[in-house]
């Protein structure tokens, strides 16, 4: 399927697991270069026992609801989803699919469906 076919399409799935299975065979479907974005996550506290208790791999192993997974797959022609909103005027905002264009080692590009 081309981007312009699954645009106006949605998958629904009961769990989070399942749909990143999903994803993650349609990406593999997908023609293209895979890029992989790995997140950063830490722990603000001055304390060390919390810097013990809640591993950077603790962390990463978490995927709480409305966050991208520690490591997030794309290529081009991927379908993906705004997760803030970043320029509502021009109707960029929490939810809105976005097809990518072109990847680069710390920028996604991507136009409006």
Not at 5 to 13: C, N, Q, R, S, V
Not at 84 to 108: D, E, F, H, M, Y
Request: hydrophobic fraction near 40%.
């Amino acid at each position: 399927m081309t981007p312009e076919e699954l645009k106006g399409l949605a998958i629904l799935t009961v769990t989070n697991d399942l749909s990143m299975q999903i994803n993650n065979r349609v990406l593999e479907c997908m023609p293209g270069n895979e890029m992989i974005y790995e997140s950063m996550d830490n722990i603000v506290s001055n304390d060390p026992q919390d810097q013990l208790a809640y591993t950077e791999e603790f962390l990463n192993s978490l995927t709480p609801t409305g966050m991208p997974p520690h490591k997030l797959r794309l290529k081009p022609g991927a379908i993906i989803m705004l997760l803030r909103n970043l320029a509502p005027s021009k109707g960029l905002c929490n939810g809105t699919r976005l097809i990518v264009t072109q990847l680069q080692k710390n920028v996604i590009v991507a136009k409006k469906n």
